[in-house]
């Protein structure tokens, strides 16, 4: 574990991008989603895979100077194109064009082709929080899942965020994956050789299985919720990759395991404008009172506590902007190699 | 188990309806999606529920006259007040609404308070594929699920369903509760005195149980996927009941076992136009593939076959228009119940 300041944290990701071809807005833009992410807490989602995605450019399958493009648009939408743009630009971008939306019409739908893996869709979600709107964000990925009757790994375990801003609270704020659990905890139980609940994963003949060993040797994630999660994933398709006419799981490779590989996902955003459709105070007095109801409800013997959705990741970012971000030995180490090989330093508290 | 053909079961709803004070067309649009939803072989959701939305209107809690009012309206959104009508009434209507909006505006968002339970999500969805969009309905609820770390009812198992067309295929067509599983297979577990897996139930101090004996006597129902479902449970509260300035769980009564009470009960409407928003032809070209992808994917071992969301719904209604609905026995009783008070004949096939 080594601390550095978020701001620290962004320079080095700034200086890395710009030195591979990056405008500083965009390499900026992309410092912000890494970092912030390491911020909540959520390290396999930030700045861990910045050497990976440089790797992309430069292998040529991630354009760092490409420009999200509108193709299309209506008084409440937009079909943007990203032509292989970094995942994190291109989906800055597109929600805050369904913020734009949404600030004349109410509501903004932003559906995005040939993108690239966005790392945490709560960022997104979150920048509509910020302005005082509803916000989702969602991506395909590649296929991951089985699908219930299935073997193998047919759909991808798509990603849904949203958050919703209070006033005397953090924003509401959720961020999971379609699957039963992260593939990251089943390869931790591989590599610590324990038994996983058999709703985690099949084996390679489709059958719910308690041997991690099967991940990544022809098993595949199961569904959350079986059925439900199954039919999530592909409503994510839906809105992300057949209305963008984009790719959709299918034909999207692994963005870190097939790297030369264009990752082609595709992204969907929402934003809803709250002080349009209802009276902001209103609401945030409403959305104060549905917190604290949840919040001082009854615990369960043995609780550790009730949190909203959110509440631990933002207690994390206010912990790290008072003394900085702890991030994990994973973390350092993909940092400290980019270091190495691009001769940037890094800015250790 | 007797059966009745679609359109006798709807003159049968119609009637009873009118006789209550309902007019003709807000009857035939509530047969609709009753009858309707027992043709899917949704059976919990459907007619089986008319006698108690009649009893609601009897004792003053359902109004069969109110209209649905649009109270605020921009180029992409509306906000409704249902002024307590039928379920059915005010969502077929929210739903015709957001595809109104959508028609214009690409994308089309409607926010409803006071309304009453709506029954099948599905069905609102599906108006929106059958008419070339993407469809997506939900419902708050009363609370019903316990929260991560806490104990007893405090949120919703709030119904969310999606619908979108295909062209060789039937719609895909999703419609789930965010509870693990739904109450009345617990409820069937009890009477048939069989424990039940330990993610679908708290007992009265919020912890896990297989003993379904704990619901309905201070246990609560678990999310699916825990903190996912959860998630999700809120985030229907806040399309629904947040942003419309209506109810949210804490403050609506059951609607059948409270049935006095008015159930106060919010939805929440979205419609996508595909051919706005994308080249018809190429998305329904682009989803006949997809679903072709994942029906032609390999089965796992015994496998009952894979199914697309939706499919098995759509492949009991197309036996039920030649051969008539094999309703269960409870809808027989529920319906001979209310025949017998009521006068009305039932034309049993």
Chains 1, 2 share one sequence.
């Not at 292989?84 to 019409?105: P, Q, R």
């Not at 997104?124 to 916000?135: D, I």
């Not at 961020?175 to 139980?189: E, F, G, R, V």
């Not at 609401?283 to 919040?295: G, Q, R, T």
């Amino acid at each position: 574990m080594k601390t550095i300041t978020e701001k620290d944290l962004k320079v080095f990701c700034v200086s890395a991008l710009v030195q591979n071809g990056m405008n500083e807005q965009d390499a900026a833009i992309t410092a912000d989603v890494l970092a912030g992410t390491d911020a909540l807490g959520c390290f396999s989602h930030g700045t861990k895979n910045l050497r990976m995605y440089i790797e992309k450019i430069k292998v040529g399958a991630l354009d760092p100077k490409a420009q999200p493009e509108v193709v299309k648009e209506g008084p409440a939408f937009a079909l943007m194109d990203a032509h292989d743009a970094m995942g994190m630009v291109a989906s800055v971008k597109g929600m805050a064009k369904a913020m734009d939306l949404a600030k004349k019409s109410g509501v903004g739908f932003v559906t995005m082709k040939n993108s690239c893996h966005f790392g945490a869709a709560g960022y997104y979600a979150n920048m509509a929080a910020e302005q005082g709107m509803v916000g989702i964000a969602m991506s395909n990925t590649d296929p991951n899942m089985a699908v219930p009757g299935g073997k193998s790994m047919v759909v991808g375990n798509s990603p849904i965020a949203y958050a919703a801003p209070a006033k005397g609270h953090d924003p509401v704020m959720l961020d999971i994956a379609m699957s039963a659990t992260a593939a990251l905890k089943i390869n931790q139980a591989k590599i610590d050789k324990k038994p996983i609940p058999d709703t985690w994963l099949v084996d390679t003949d489709g059958v719910p299985t308690s041997d991690p060993g099967f991940y990544g040797t022809g098993g595949a994630l199961q569904p959350m919720g079986a059925h439900k999660g199954y039919g999530l994933s592909i409503l994510v398709d839906i809105l992300s990759g057949l209305l963008s006419g984009g790719a959709t799981s299918k034909d999207i490779p692994s963005w870190c395991f097939e790297l030369e590989e264009k990752n082609k996902a595709s992204h969907a955003f929402l934003a809803f404008d709250i002080g349009a459709i209802q009276t902001k105070d209103e609401y945030e007095n409403a959305m104060d009172a549905y917190i604290d109801n949840i919040k001082q409800s009854p615990k369960a013997k043995g609780s550790g506590g009730i949190y909203m959705p959110g509440e631990i990741e933002f207690s994390k970012k206010k912990k790290a902007d008072k003394t900085g971000i702890p991030l994990t030995d994973d973390v350092v180490q993909s940092l400290e190699q980019l270091a190495n090989s691009s001769g940037l330093k890094l800015n250790w508290k």
